[in-house]
């Protein structure tokens, strides 16, 4: 059975680094498309970051607002995903849900179209100072 679970949510000040992880069971990670999505309540959720490993060199998608703050990356050995977050700001606030979608997806499909397969159950993250 696919299984995601985040971690590594917390509370951090404006401009501060959080790194989120995403544990797979159940399915082998380099067959899949990896995607972090983001939601405030009230609101659709959001397609952050996702990242295409099923082919010879990972395609990777991020969403303007994280581009340049926000790193994904895969530990395959592992069976991890990971999203590096820096330069945290209170707009960044949100419950972040790891998801898993069939490798045939391109990672803009997965964060763009949210085509996903599976999700997590999410772990919060809360800028503020």
């Known amino acids: 059975q696919l299984q995601l679970e985040e971690s590594g949510g917390g509370l951090v000040e404006p401009g501060g680094s959080l790194r989120l992880s995403c544990a797979a069971s159940?399915?082998?990670?380099?067959?899949?498309?990896i995607g972090w999505f983001r939601q405030v309540p009230g609101k659709e959720r959001e397609g952050v970051s996702c990242i295409n490993i099923s082919r010879s060199k990972p395609s990777t998608y991020y969403a303007d607002s994280v581009k340049d703050r926000f790193t994904i990356s895969r530990d395959s050995a592992n069976e991890m995903v990971y999203l590096q977050m820096d330069s945290l700001k209170p707009e960044d606030t949100a419950v972040y849900y790891c998801?898993?979608?069939?490798?045939?997806?391109?990672?803009?499909?997965?964060?763009?179209?949210?085509?996903?397969?599976?999700w997590g159950r999410g772990t919060q993250v809360t800028v503020s100072s």
């Open positions: 159940g399915f082998t990670l380099d067959y899949w498309t």
């Open positions: 998801a898993a979608a069939h490798p045939a997806t391109t990672e803009r499909d997965m964060c763009i179209l949210h085509k996903v397969g599976s």
